[in-house]
């Protein structure tokens, strides 16, 4: 007999196991056309494959399937292979805590060994299910797994990006790690044409493909930190800077990291930097904190906040022109110099 009929064999024999929790040795011979000998070294060599095949003699006794000291590979059938897939797909999406990242990594080895015919099952099931979820920007589990292996496998990923200018743009980049924030994905990577580095949303990308190139992994950025960065900064038209009289552990509770950037500051003081479109939008963001603050700049966020207090003070009744109204939380202007 052929290794490759042996091996087919075995794998099969692998299947049968996981299907149930015991079977004898006739069981199995007849299943294969073998002698009760072939099939104790077929599970011999099971066993060598770290599968821990445990066996029992006497009537009733026969062969399965146990727990071992670590995983070996498993053997899928299709349907297991789209379940195990689409659940992966919904994971790494953020919809279950904590699992994203592995999940990813998961989907990516699935994805690499997985027939054509069942990608195609699986893109299927997930583009007709919705989770009930808060408002998120999906993306396309492909994309997510060529990053991931271009990631692993440090080669250089060439895509069109819409810039936020509108501008569609060809893009080489040599990516580090992908940020996910719970509503975007972000890659941080270097540019090759900028030899800088870079954030980018991966809802703007397109026709992302892997190329032949590989890089050498040297000194980067922390990819979180950088990506925070960016989200909290760059993107917005104001970018604030306040103490926060609170522990910086207390204001990351009230701040998410991608709204904003908090460090500490001693004395019981805390740095937040927080982006916004509108001096307005930032104002009442901070307010809502509840906690003491002092506007460090712009300056132009002090006028805002005594328009916001002047409107709530309006809102609670007082009268309009009453001297030290001051928006709650928010230092009122020369409070800071």
Do not use: N
């Not at 011979?29 to 029992?56: I, K, M, N, S, W």
């Not at 670590?70 to 805590?97: F, W």
């Not at 992994?217 to 993107?235: I, M, N, Y």
């Not at 937040?272 to 809502?288: N, P, S």
């Amino acid at each position: 007999m052929t290794v490759e009929a042996t091996t087919e064999r075995v794998l099969r024999m692998l299947a049968l196991l996981q299907r149930r929790s015991s079977w004898t040795a006739d069981e199995l011979a007849a299943e294969f056309g073998v002698t009760a000998r072939c099939v104790r070294r077929d599970v011999q060599r099971l066993r060598t494959l770290g599968y821990p095949v445990h066996g029992t003699s006497g009537v009733g006794g026969g062969y399965r399937l146990g727990a071992g000291t670590r995983l070996p590979p498993l053997l899928l059938d299709d349907e297991e292979a789209i379940a195990t897939a689409v659940s992966l797909r919904l994971a790494s999406g953020g919809t279950v805590a904590g699992a994203g990242e592995a999940a990813l990594r998961a989907l990516t080895k699935l994805d690499q060994v997985m027939p054509a015919r069942l990608r195609a099952e699986v893109r299927a099931v997930h583009g007709a299910t919705d989770t009930l979820i808060g408002p998120v920007v999906e993306i396309d589990a492909e994309l997510l797994v060529t990053l991931a292996r271009a990631c692993r496998d440090a080669v250089r990923v060439r895509f069109r990006y819409a810039g936020r200018d509108g501008a569609d743009r060809e893009r080489t980049v040599e990516p580090i790690r992908m940020v996910t924030t719970g509503r975007r994905w972000y890659l941080m990577a270097r540019d090759v044409d900028r030899d800088d580095w870079r954030t980018f949303r991966l809802d703007r990308m397109r026709d992302a493909v892997t190329t032949t190139w590989r890089f050498r992994l040297g000194e980067h950025p922390d990819p979180v930190a950088f990506v925070q960065r960016s989200v909290t900064g760059a993107p917005y038209r104001y970018l604030a800077r306040v103490r926060v009289h609170a522990p910086s552990e207390r204001v990351r509770e009230l701040v998410p990291p991608q709204v904003g950037r908090v460090e500490d500051d001693g004395d019981g003081w805390c740095l937040l930097v927080v982006g916004g479109e509108t001096l307005d939008w930032l104002a009442a963001h901070i307010a809502r904190l509840g906690l003491d603050v002092q506007v460090l700049e712009p300056p132009e966020l002090r006028q805002a906040a005594a328009q916001l207090a002047h409107r709530l003070a309006a809102m609670a009744g007082a009268a309009p022109g009453s001297p030290g109204v001051a928006a709650p939380g928010v230092a009122a202007p020369g409070d800071v110099a």
